[in-house]
């Protein structure tokens, strides 16, 4: 799975089909999280997951390290 830099250096960008409706915000506060983006959501530093066609945009925490974040998402779904 690739993260993508956008123009926000708090948000990154993953290309990724997926079922869920169009320009959906979800939190941690979201409920019936299902999927990848319960899988994201759950990943420490990530704040929020927007869903476009074809990718998924996720933010961070500001004092979150993207490293960290990069490392705590191929771990979780290498092991998948």
């Known amino acids: 799975m690739e993260l993508i830099d956008t123009p926000n250096p708090s948000a990154k960008k993953i ?4 079922s869920y409706e169009v320009a959906i915000y979800i939190n941690k506060d979201s409920q019936n999280i299902k999927g990848v983006a319960k899988d994201l959501i759950d990943v420490d530093g990530i704040i929020s997951i927007f869903t476009g066609p ?9 004092s979150s390290d993207w490293n960290i974040i990069n490392s705590d998402i191929l771990n979780k779904f290498d092991t998948m």
């Not at 290309?15 to 997926?18: K, S, V």
């Not at 074809?54 to 500001?62: A, Q, V």
């Open 15 to 18: 290309l990724i089909d997926h």
């Open 54 to 62: 074809g990718f998924l945009t996720i933010t961070k925490e500001e």
